[in-house]
Nanobody, 122 residues
Framework: QVQLLESGGGLVQAGGSLRLSCTAS????????MHWFRQAPGKQREFVAG????????AYADSVQGRFTISRDNAKNTVYLQMNNLESEDTAVYYC???????????????WGQGTQVTVSS
């Protein structure tokens, strides 16, 4: 059973930055692709960014491309999401997720964290 714990959410003004972290409680972290999804009130959970197990390949939603960066440190079992130039539309609960493969569809991903709130004030 993979346990994922997110941290780093909070309230920030538009144009500001936040860095989210997600630590996995398993020693097989390096075997999994890691993802960040988000869900705003009244909306479906959507893909934000993903990184394959070695860290060499990353993928982003068009809405965050160029503003967000996903990275991972396999020695620390941790994945990060650096979010710059935040916009009010980025306000959502952000979820860390893990699976053997990198997916853009939330319904295909098996392991989820509890989520962390990100609120961007305009």
């Amino acid at each position: 059973q993979v346990q994922l714990l997110e941290s780093g959410g909070g309230l920030v003004q538009a144009g500001g930055s936040l860095r989210l972290s997600c630590t996995a409680s398993v020693r097989t972290f390096s075997n999994d692709a890691m993802h960040w999804f988000r869900q705003a009130p009244g909306k479906q959970r959507e893909f934000v960014a993903g990184i394959e197990r070695s860290g060499r390949y990353t993928a982003y939603a068009d809405s965050v491309q160029g503003r967000f960066t996903i990275s991972r440190d396999n020695a620390k079992n941790t994945v990060y999401l650096q979010m710059n130039n935040l916009e009010s539309e980025d306000t959502a609960v952000y979820y860390c997720a893990a699976d053997m493969n990198l997916y853009r569809s939330a319904r295909l991903v098996h392991y989820w964290g509890q989520g962390t709130q990100v609120t961007v004030s305009s």
